[in-house]
């Protein structure tokens, strides 16, 4: 499991990216793949990275 801070979120699209050193591109997420209440920027997460067409992809993604 990987760890990173939201970096960017979009509450209209319910989509963002996170910061995390373990990978060298921000890490886009769905509110889908999330659950609850909307994310805000800083908030902390623990999630897997999988390998997207469109880039690195977060799975699995858990609040802190």
């Given at each position: 499991?990987s760890n990173?801070?939201?970096?960017f979120?979009n509450?209209?699209g319910?989509?963002?990216?996170i910061?995390?050193?373990?990978?060298?591109?921000d890490?886009f997420?769905?509110?889908?793949?999330?659950?609850g209440?909307?994310?805000t920027?800083?908030t902390e997460?623990e999630?897997e990275i999988?390998?997207?067409?469109?880039g690195p992809?977060?799975?699995?993604?858990?609040?802190?």
């Amino acid at each position: 499991m990987s760890n990173g801070k939201v970096d960017f979120f979009n509450d209209t699209g319910g989509y963002g990216f996170i910061s995390t050193e373990d990978s060298d591109e921000d890490v886009f997420f769905h509110m889908e793949d999330v659950g609850g209440e909307d994310l805000t920027e800083g908030t902390e997460l623990e999630f897997e990275i999988e390998d997207a067409p469109k880039g690195p992809r977060a799975t699995n993604v858990v609040r802190n």
